[in-house]
């Protein structure tokens, strides 16, 4: 994953090393999840990152951009979990129910919050249309590829093409983002069985057949943050 700026970095200094730019990503993250981001201040991110504010300045330039990449690399992370999920051994079915598990279970509040942001400032950010593009893609990618291997083996029966039914399924886990954000973050774990359920009952009918629980121990549920 590049965690570059899109810009670079100016002249004159050099730009922060990658290992370092992810504790400050991660910093915005938190941030985030306590408020809105646009009432996040770079001087907020530099005192949770333990940086200097002009060494943010130089490397993102602006606020907006900081926020966008950190936004960008959370979800690029979570993408790339799916991904992993998708290319992993198993059945096509087997693989559907561990990415049914994915979405439903791990890190829902953090993911949510994060993904209904940057939608929101989507509307008049070229910026973070941009990133809301390239995450939604590359979740469409993984799940019509997911479906083409399930179709091309018989495991899965459908009643339209591959790339509608993975948008389809994409819409669905974007309407349990929002359930997650209307339950509130109290209720972000209990509930997770609720939007699993809900959820395999969506690739129930576009896949054909049952996606019972895989079980995943808690551990690999949640192998990042």
Do not use: C
């Amino acid at each position: 994953m590049n965690l570059m700026t899109k810009g670079g970095t100016k002249r004159g200094r050099p730009p922060i090393d990658p290992d370092d730019l992810v504790p400050i990503l991660e910093a915005v993250l938190r941030l985030a999840t306590t408020k809105n981001s646009q009432l996040i201040t770079v001087r907020e991110i530099a005192q949770e990152a333990d940086v200097s504010v002009g060494r943010l300045q130089h490397h993102f330039g602006t606020r907006d951009e900081l926020i966008g990449t950190a936004f960008e690399h959370h979800l690029l992370k979570v993408t790339d979990r799916l991904q992993n999920l998708r290319d992993a051994p198993g059945s096509a079915r087997e693989r559907m129910s561990r990415m049914i598990d994915e979405i439903a279970f791990n890190r829902a509040w953090r993911r949510s919050t994060i993904w209904i942001d940057l939608i929101a400032h989507a509307v008049s950010s070229d910026r973070y249309r941009a990133a809301v593009e390239r995450i939604n893609d590359a979740w469409n990618r993984v799940f019509t590829e997911l479906i083409a291997d399930g179709e091309a083996v018989g495991e899965f029966r459908l009643s339209a093409t591959a790339e509608m039914t993975a948008a389809h399924l994409v819409a669905v886990s974007d309407g349990l983002t929002v359930m997650v954000i209307t339950d509130g973050e109290g209720q972000a774990e209990s509930r997770g069985q609720a939007r699993r359920d809900m959820l395999a009952a969506a690739v129930s009918a576009a896949l054909g057949g049952e996606f019972p629980t895989s079980h995943l121990p808690r551990d690999d549920r949640t192998p990042f943050v």
